[in-house]
């Protein structure tokens, strides 16, 4: 059986580009079933609308600052619009951020983006609070998105589920270059760092 120390390590101290080595030293659980629903695609806005992909980490207080100040307007003015459609990539850059991922995806998919946005702008309360049990705090708001306890230790006891979205922050460094959160693929141009607006909708015209 798995370590899920070891997992945790990965997401908590291993740099970025040699997650993939570090992956490949862990002894692997019994994989996810190819037909898993936690880990489908999670995206909001009209399907064949340009495509953006966001990577990000819950715990990245850059991410949350696009997610708050960004991310209601690009779902007011381009999203609802059908001018664009968001597809989210989780990219835990620690063990409290997979965590939060393993919880946020054993939800029912379209309670996905709801509960993550409330992660965003929760941040502080439940990830950082000084004295605060970043686990207790966590399934506090999952309890609100009707995730019972038993539901919320198994999510975040899950080894499997833990290697597979750690899988994907691999693939996310292989296929579009991410070395940090949150990083935007425009089509097939990566662009890293929070951005207002203008400059996110002017990129989104730009996709060919």
Known sequence: M????????????VPLLGARAAL???????????????????????AGAPTVIEYFSLTCGHCASFHRDTMPRVKR??????????????????????AA????????????EPFVATL????????FARGANPQEELFKIAALAGMS????????????LARGILELRVKGQQEHNVNSTPTFVF?????????PF???????????
């Open 2 to 13: 798995t370590d899920r120390r070891s997992l945790l390590a990965l997401a908590a101290g």
């Open 24 to 46: 490949a030293q862990a002894p692997a659980p019994a994989p996810l079933a190819a037909d898993d629903p936690r880990m489908t695609e999670r995206s909001i806005g009209r």
């Open 77 to 98: 003015d381009l999203v609802e619009a059908g001018r664009v459609r968001i597809v989210f990539r989780d990219f835990p850059l620690d063990a409290v951020a997979l």
């Open 101 to 112: 991922a393993q919880v946020a995806r054993s939800l029912p998919a379209d309670r996905y």
């Open 120 to 127: 965003f702008q929760s941040q502080d309360r439940w990830a």
């Open 149 to 160: 306890r038993a539901q919320f230790d198994a999510a975040i006891g899950d080894q499997a």
């Open 187 to 195: 089509g097939s141009r990566s662009v890293p760092g929070n951005m």
């Open 198 to 208: 203008d400059r996110f909708a002017a990129l989104v015209a730009e996709i060919r």
